[in-house]
């Protein structure tokens, strides 16, 4: 089954000369953990609520720091026509519970997370992604 199926196609996205306050208001009000960065009609990064707590808070950096120097720039992604199982494994691979989705040429369509995948299966690809990840991360 292609991604496509599963993901969330609707995509709130972030510009990267935006405030981290902008961000973290948008987060809230999506109840999202994470939020695309795009410009120019492409992908650029992402930014997740602990990048803004390492990268920016930490560092002592205020609310209006541009989105540009908390997000991480090197995204990991998927197309919307990978199969499900494949997506699944790469998110256990590398440890990571949402991927951007794009098209093939390479524009953001959507955004698909384990637990989007472990609908699919109860077990195989997605619920082993699931567990390992989980195991990962203490959670």
């Known amino acids: ?12 996205v972030v510009r990267s000369d935006q405030s981290i306050r902008d961000a973290a208001r948008l987060m809230a009000d999506l109840d999202a953990g994470v939020v ?13 609520d602990r990048d803004i707590t390492v990268r920016a808070v930490a560092a002592g950096k205020g609310p209006d720091t541009p989105i540009r ?22 998110m256990g691979e590398l440890q990571i519970r949402r991927l951007p989705v794009l098209d093939r040429d390479k ?18 690809s997605a619920g082993s992604a699931l567990g390992y990840v989980s195991e990962q991360s203490g959670s």
């Open 36 to 48: 695309p960065v795009g410009e120019n009609d492409r992908l650029v990064g992402m930014l997740t």
């Open 1 to 12: 089954m292609p991604t496509s199926d599963v993901m969330t196609a609707d995509v709130s």
């Open 69 to 90: 120097e908390a997000m991480t720039t090197e995204v990991r992604y998927c197309y919307a026509d990978e199969d499900c199982a494949a997506v699944a494994q790469t």
């Open 107 to 124: 524009r953001l369509v959507g955004i698909v997370s384990l637990g989007d995948l472990s609908t699919l299966y109860s077990s195989g």
